[in-house]
Structures are given as C-alpha cells and as structure tokens.
C-alpha cells in the first residue's frame, strides 16, 4: 500500500470514528478525578462574596477544550455567588473571556461591577502578574467596556492580591505556570489552573510541590466537573467520541508495531 | 442561518482541504487568517496598552515621566533605518535587562528551591506506612538530572543512573504523549461539533 | 558607545528590577512600579516593528511577484481589523469582533485540529517499540490513552488509577528534573545578559 494511500485511509477512520462517535448521543458515566474534586470542593466550601480573579490565558485554537473547562467553573462560582475579575494575558482570549462571562453571568442574573467585572488584556503579561501584585488598578486603569476600573464597586473593594483569594488560570501553554512563578511566589497568592490536556504533565510538579492548588484537565476534566455540578455540556457530549478516538489511535499504534516486527522478522530471517 | 455560522463553516471546511494536499484554497485561508490575527493583536495592542497605559495618563493625565517609554518604544523603529539602526539596542536592552532581573528569583525560588526541597518527603508516613512513592520521586529525580548532567561522560556508575534517568523521561514523554493525544482529538471534536450542530445542522 | 550604553541600560534595568524582591520600601515599590510600567508600554510598541516588518515583506514579495495573491490576501486582512476597529469600535455587536468570532477562532480552531490527524498518522507510522526506552515510551503511553477514557474501568478498575500513580509520581520527577535545569539554565543566563556577558540580543539590527 503507497504511504500516501495509508495516510488516507487512517485520516478517514479517525473522521468516521469521531463523527460516528458523536453522532451516536451516548452519554458515559465518569468518576471524578481527585484534582477535579479538589476544586469542586474548593469552590464549594468558599465563602459567599468572596472575590477570585480568572485569567483567559488562551488562544482561540484551543476553545474546543477549554470552553467546557471555562463554562463549568464560572457556572459554579457563580451559583455559589463568588464575585469574579476577569482579564487576559492573551490577546485572543479577551474577547472570548468576555463572552464566556457574560453570558453565564446572564443565565445567574449578575450585575456588571458589581458580580463581576473584565478588566481586558496586557501584552506583557510577567509585567502585568507583577504589577497586580502592588495595584491592579495601575495596571487596568480601565475595564474591557472602556469605565474607569476604579469607578466600579468590586474593583472599589480590591486593591491587589491580598484582596483575591484564588487565581484560576485557564492556559493552553505556560502562562499558568509564569502565574505561580510570579504571583505565587513573590506575594504568595493561590493558584487553581484550568488546563488543554497536552498541558497537564507540565504542571504536574507543581501540584506536587504545592505551588498550584490543582488542575482541571482538557475535556474528560471538563466532562467530571460537569457531572460533580449537575449539568452535563459540551465535555460530557464529547467524551464518547473522545473515547473511540483512543481506542482508534491504540489500534493504530498496535497494528504499527505488529507491521514493524513483522518485516523486521522477515529481514532477519531473510536469504 | 446566520451569515457568520456560514462563512465560518466554509472556511473550517477550506483549511480541511489541506488534509487532501497543499492547495490553493487552503492557502488562501491560510493567509487571510495571518493578516486578520495579526490586524486583530494591533488593534488589542494598541487600545489595552498604548491608549490606556500611555497617550492618556501622558497627555490627558500630565505623567510626563512617560515620555522616557515613548521614546523608547519609538526608537524600536530605528532598526528599519540602516544609520541609526543601533538605537533599537536601547528599548531592547532595556526590555531583556528587566525580563532577566524578574527571573532570577523567580527562577530560583519556584523551579530550583521549591522543587527541591518538596522531594524532601518522609519516607514513612504517620500510619507506619512505607512511602514507596517518595523513593520513586526521589530515584526519578536524581538519574534525570544525571541524564542531563553533561560535564561528565556517562560511563560506569553514572552511566547506569543515566539509562535510568531515560528511563524516567520515557515514562514522562509517554504520559505527555498519551495527554497530548487526548488533546488533539478533543479539539477536532469540537470543530465536528460545530460542522454538525451549527453548520450542517444535521444534530440538535 | 553604540554597544557601551545598550549594556548599562540592560544593568541597570536588571539590576533593578532584580532588587524590587528584597525591598518593600515605598521607593524601591515606587521605582519598581514605573519600571514596570515602562516594560509594559515598550513591549506593546514591539507588535508594531513586527507589523512593519511583515507588510515589508509581503510587498517585497508582490514586486517579486512571488505569491502575489496570496500576500494581498494577507494584507488586506491586515488592514481591515484596524479599519474595522476604526468605523465600528471594538465591542461586542461590532463588526470587528464578528470578523474575530466567524473567521479568526474558527480557523484557528481548525489549524489545530489537523494536529489529531497528524498524530494518529505519526501512531501508526512512528511509534514503535524498537529498543527498551521506546517500549517505554510506547506502553506508558497506551497506559494513559486507556487509563483517562471512561471505558477503561469495564477493563479494570486499576487502569485509571494506574494512569494516574504514573502520572503524579514517575513521570512528575522526570518533569521535575527538567524543571530544575531549566530554571538553573535560565538563572545563569539572566545573570550573564545582566553583566553584559551574554550579548547576543544586540546582533541582528
């Protein structure tokens, strides 16, 4: 068979899987995995009102994984009626963070500035972690719609991190990690990550060593947080087809190395 | 159906194309996604930053101090000038000298102390319990680091933690392998989601 | 002089800013706050030398005519999101952000998901046990793509469990390993850029 024949043909099987998958509304039952009952149990017993910051440190490409992850965690502080700042150290992700934001503070009836506010973006984001450490206001002199921060009730009560008790970061690179490196280790603020799965294992270490509170990991993470809180979206509609497509790239590594050590045999034993 | 659903079901379907071969369709999406990311950024850049942290508080508020980041930041223009290009050396020092003088203790407090000293475990836990996981951390730990330790040959005792060490990166490149596929699919998940729900509306 | 102050500037700069994490004193916040600021601001003006840069490219590619089409197609794209942003602002309803939500997200969203067939392309072609790390490798991975789907437990309660022990203990310490000489890497070469030794940032005007 030609390379390019075989190329096809695993890039149709995966296509038919995966849409076959999804096609097929089964829906699967998961258990939750200790980092994500951490921080479900986290946010359940916070305090009402308690203020925490989300950071939408995320490109556009990776929505698919981290949207689910995002709804789910905003839908649980807000019915446990947290009081939410929300910005971005990607410039992609100021627009998406808002929308999300938005529209789940729409479903729980919350009132801009004073439930939650989006304080927009900063490039340089070593720079903005730092300097939110002294005085989030110097570095968002002005919200994402354009109000002066200060003019804002929430953002009236908070001054820098003393005032935040959590900072979740939902990163598909390393941005949560420059969080505990920063915020974490030169004024001691927590740090929660929400994580693309090709991510988690970089973070692991800090888990381990303390620094990050905990993860909430790619759709099957996404998937267990909606089932802890009760309503099942986009990480539980995906999961089947999640699951067919391991199952699909475990043949294909199986039968790969059946192939390998086929010839290799044959080679060996060859005239 | 909304106009935007439609033209972004087409252009997800044009950057499909690639999967077949490199062709002019995909190419053309491709491009025009580069120009419109890299027109958006401008606009982000320049509202978030230069407008709220510059042109207001320096000619609106009197924080005449910003005129030294103006001129640096203007002088990052002289490197399109091949006379003066050297004055972009100076926001561009300015920028690396701060990056550097933040990490040091950043770097050394979160990934060298802290990491060290949280392999620093108790081998028996308060039950009486034998902490297996502690050696396992601990082993790993030790033959990575002489893996990447090149000021010695691997040879005899330190050859053999070496092995081991690859070992342990095996294991982590795996584990990251395995995660990673888990990733890719679930963003190609997602676009079938979007193709069958709301483009195609072939699901509810 | 043309090397001499750029080095002062990265001492000092450094200097400083190394300092602020040993002070609490109103000075030493002050001086580092406007500091930072000014870092903020200068790296905000860096997009736009980028900018400069690739519409500079993409014209000198059309006078070429070297994939004329296509650099327009780039440019005009580059161009319409500020003149968007002009006539209709930034919010949302706005015709810039509609651009952002029906054409940039999706496409990346799309450019990324070919990664998965690339991947499951790569299993087939690439992965093979061929020595003792590869198998590894190989079975470590099959573990957790088994281990993290639901399904995993009609084949043994111990899979995910498995996946998980092997995640937060062996394969954490070999991450841990190569965080600590990353970060030993990075402190040497902050410090040398600091003292001027590293000057590699200043070649390529």
């Known amino acids: ?271 | 159906m909304d106009i935007g659903i439609i033209i972004a079901g087409l252009l997800t379907l044009a950057i499909y194309t690639f999967l077949y071969r490199d062709n002019p369709i995909y190419r053309a999406a491709e491009h025009w996604l580069i120009g419109l990311t890299i027109g958006y950024a401008m606009v982000v850049f320049w509202q978030t930053t230069l407008v709220d942290l510059l042109i207001l508080p320096l000619f609106a508020g009197g924080k005449y101090i910003l005129v030294v980041p103006l001129i640096l930041g203007l002088l990052m223009f002289s490197r399109f000038s091949g006379r003066f290009s050297w004055l972009s050396r100076l926001p561009i020092a300015f920028m690396i000298g701060t990056g550097a003088g933040v990490a040091i203790p950043a770097m050394l407090y979160a990934r060298t102390l802290k990491q060290l000293s949280s392999s620093v475990a108790p081998l028996i836990a308060e039950d009486g319990g034998f902490n297996i996981e502690v050696v396992v951390v601990a082993v790993g730990l030790l033959t990575t680091l002489a893996y990447f330790y090149f000021s010695r040959e691997h040879k005899g005792a330190m050859g053999k933690m070496a092995k081991v060490g690859t070992y342990f990166l095996m294991i982590f490149f795996g584990a990251t392998f395995g995660y990673t596929v888990m990733s890719r699919m679930s963003t190609f998940i997602g676009r079938i989601d979007f193709l069958l729900t709301d483009f195609l509306r072939l699901l509810g | 002089m043309r090397t001499r102050i750029p080095l002062l500037i990265c001492l000092i700069s450094g200097v400083i800013m190394f300092a602020q994490y040993f002070s609490r004193h109103p000075v030493a916040r002050s001086i580092f706050n406007n500091v930072n600021e000014w870092w903020q601001i200068i790296f905000a003006f860096t997009l736009f030398v980028g900018v400069m840069a690739f519409a500079k490219t993409s014209l000198k590619k059309i006078n070429r005519s070297q994939d004329s089409i296509y650099q327009i197609i780039s440019l005009a794209g580059l161009i319409l999101m500020p003149l968007l942003a002009i006539i209709g602002g930034t919010k949302i309803g706005s015709p810039f952000l509609w651009i952002f939500e029906s054409m940039i997200a999706p496409m990346q969203a799309t450019v990324f998901s070919l990664l998965a067939f690339f991947v499951a392309s790569a299993s087939y072609r690439g992965f093979r046990a061929r020595s003792v790390p590869a198998a590894i490798l190989l079975v470590t991975a099959l573990i957790v793509l088994i281990g993290r789907i639901p399904l995993s437990d009609v084949l043994s309660e111990s899979l995910p469990k498995l996946a998980f022990w092997i995640r937060d203990y062996p394969s954490m310490a070999a991450r841990r390993a190569i965080l600590i000489g990353i970060g030993l890497g990075s402190m040497t070469t902050a410090l040398r850029v600091i003292l001027g030794i590293e000057r590699t940032y200043l070649r390529g005007e």
């Open chain 1, 1 to 271: 068979m030609s390379k390019l024949s075989t190329r096809w043909i695993i890039y149709a099987g995966l296509a038919a899987v995966v849409i076959l998958a999804y096609i097929t509304s089964i829906q699967l039952d998961t258990r939750p995995s200790p980092q994500v009952q951490k921080a479900y149990n986290y946010f359940e017993n916070l305090p009402e009102s308690t203020i925490i910051m989300i950071s939408f440190d995320h490109e556009a490409s990776s929505l698919p994984e981290i949207q689910p992850i995002t709804l789910a965690i905003l839908r649980h502080a807000f019915r446990r009626n947290l009081r939410i700042i929300g910005l971005s150290l990607f410039a992609e992700g100021t627009a998406i963070g808002y929308r999300f934001m938005t529209r789940v503070a729409e479903e729980f009836g919350k009132e801009y500035g004073r439930d939650y506010v989006f304080l927009g973006f900063k490039p340089q984001h070593i720079s903005a972690i730092l300097g939110m450490g002294e005085s989030i206001i110097r570095v968002f002199p002005e919200d994402y719609l354009g109000y002066p921060a200060d003019s804002l009730p929430l953002m009236r009560q908070v001054y820098n991190y003393n005032e935040i008790e959590m900072v979740i970061s939902i990163a598909d690179g390393d941005r949560g990690i420059q969080w505990i490196e920063y915020a974490g280790a030169g004024y001691n603020q927590s740090i929660m990550c929400g994580l693309t799965a090709a991510m988690v294992t970089s973070y692991d270490p800090y888990i381990a060593s303390g620094q990050l509170y905990c993860t909430v990991g790619g759709l099957a993470g996404a998937a267990e947080y909606e089932n802890l809180f009760g309503k099942k979206g986009a990480g539980n509609r995906g999961l089947l087809a999640q699951s067919m497509a391991h199952i699909y790239v475990i043949i294909l590594i199986l039968i790969g190395n059946v192939v390998y050590f086929k010839s290799r045999r044959r080679r060996n034993s060859g005239p």
